[in-house]
């Protein structure tokens, strides 16, 4: 059974309160044409559980009390995700024990009051931020602080090549 406090939220703002499993595989078929994600957030150890990507090749990334963990797979159909997003939206965690997961950030979990954390975003972390952003907005401070240092990144990866290693 549901809790009251579960909603589902996606990249447009749209919010569903307890979100009925048609609702669940609706936000995840918007995913990669309306969407660009959508977030579960529970009332449970796992805080939230979310889905990004583009149409039948979507990552999840969830959160509880040690951190933030991101599947290791990134090709994931809407139905594999609807089936997990289903199982988290009643209680059931056997989903985790399914795939791989990564640990993204080990501090996310720990955050003060249950706040989310920014991953690896110590600007975003601050106790002043936390308060002031909403989750969306945390949460999309994270995914833009992961894209530019996984493009600087590749940027060094490009001069070194570039000059032959001499930086």
Request: glycine share 6%.
């Amino acid at each position: 059974m549901q809790s009251e406090k579960i909603f589902l939220e996606d990249s447009n703002g749209k919010i569903v309160n307890n979100p009925s499993e048609e609702d669940i595989s609706a936000a995840l078929e918007n995913i990669g044409t309306k969407t660009e994600h959508c977030i579960l957030n529970l009332d449970s150890d796992i805080s939230f559980i979310q889905a990004a990507g583009s149409k039948n090749s979507l990552f999840i990334q969830y959160s509880d009390n040690s951190g933030i963990y991101e599947s290791s797979r990134n090709d994931m159909k809407v139905s594999e995700v609807s089936e997990i997003f289903k199982s988290a939206s009643h209680g059931d965690t056997n989903w985790k024990k399914r795939m791989e997961f990564s640990l993204i950030d080990s501090n996310a979990g720990k955050a003060d009051s249950g706040k989310s954390c920014c991953a690896g975003n110590p600007s975003c972390c601050s106790n002043e931020n936390t308060q002031k952003k909403s989750f969306k907005d945390q949460i999309l401070d994270a995914v833009k602080y992961e894209a530019t240092a996984n493009a600087t990144k590749v940027v060094r990866k490009g001069i070194r090549n570039l000059f032959g290693n001499k930086f």
